[in-house]
């Protein structure tokens, strides 16, 4: 399927429906979709599963949807900064499954594998391993987690071009390359976006082949901690 270009998030995400499962890229606010999660905010789009690797802040990227009732379902790993996504998963509304970080990782690589599980020691003998397969391997115990795939990947590149080859910029790539891959549908917003043949080939990180649509757009970049030195 060649890549479509689109004019913004809101054209991108014409097609995703209630209860669908979403796969956002990036690492705290660092090199999220902010755009295409705006677009779903402003959508309505209800009853997600939203895998990502944390819940963001309240009132940025994520957030925003919590805020406004939209996920019914969490996949993550870190959830330390968000009020709204405490108050949702104590009092029941929204149903949340924590993963180590390397776990999760790991699950959403192997969907984009093809790989339907894998065992790893992480969270042997924890609630991690509770009702899931535990196998000995060379007389060491490992739990089976099962891969995760999405209908749609939402990610972020710092340079993209038509044909839907992306490269990321630092920490801006963390989760963003795996993301595309496990996605039937992978959505990629951009900061600058340019012809074919302008791209290092050397430099891609996400090859075309998994990225079904993409647009440019603005971003704010906002800091999650602001740390500043004291005069």
């Not at 940025?60 to 019914?72: A, D, E, M, P, S």
């Not at 870190?78 to 999760?104: D, H, I, R």
């Not at 990947?153 to 630092?170: E, I, P, Q, S």
């Amino acid at each position: 399927m060649a890549c479509r270009i689109f004019a913004n998030a809101v054209e991108a995400t014409f097609d995703i429906k209630d209860n669908s499962t979403i796969l956002l890229g990036g690492f705290g606010l660092c090199g999220i979709p902010e755009n295409l999660i705006m677009a779903l905010v402003e959508r309505g789009t209800k009853g997600l599963t939203c895998v990502s690797n944390n819940a963001g802040v309240d009132d940025f990227g994520i957030g925003l949807l919590f805020k406004n009732r939209q996920v019914k379902k969490m996949i993550s790993s870190y959830v330390g900064e968000n009020a709204t996504f405490e108050k949702l998963a104590l009092s029941g509304e929204m149903e949340v499954e924590l993963n180590p970080q390397g776990t999760l990782a790991e699950r959403v690589r192997a969907g984009g594998a093809g790989i339907p599980a894998f065992f790893t020691p992480t969270g042997v003998g924890t609630l991690v391993a509770k009702g899931k397969e535990v196998r000995n391997f060379n007389g060491r115990d490992y739990v089976m987690e099962s891969a995760i795939t999405g209908d749609f990947a939402f990610v972020k590149a710092w340079k993209g071009d038509t044909m839907g080859n992306l490269v990321y910029r630092k920490t801006a790539r963390n989760f963003n390359p795996i993301m595309a891959t496990a996605g039937k549908i992978t959505i990629a917003e951009v900061e600058e976006l340019v012809q074919p043949g302008e791209l290092d080939p050397d430099m891609i990180h996400t090859p075309a082949v998994y990225v079904q649509r993409i647009f440019a757009a603005k971003f704010q970049k906002r800091i999650e901690q602001r740390t500043i030195r004291k005069e």
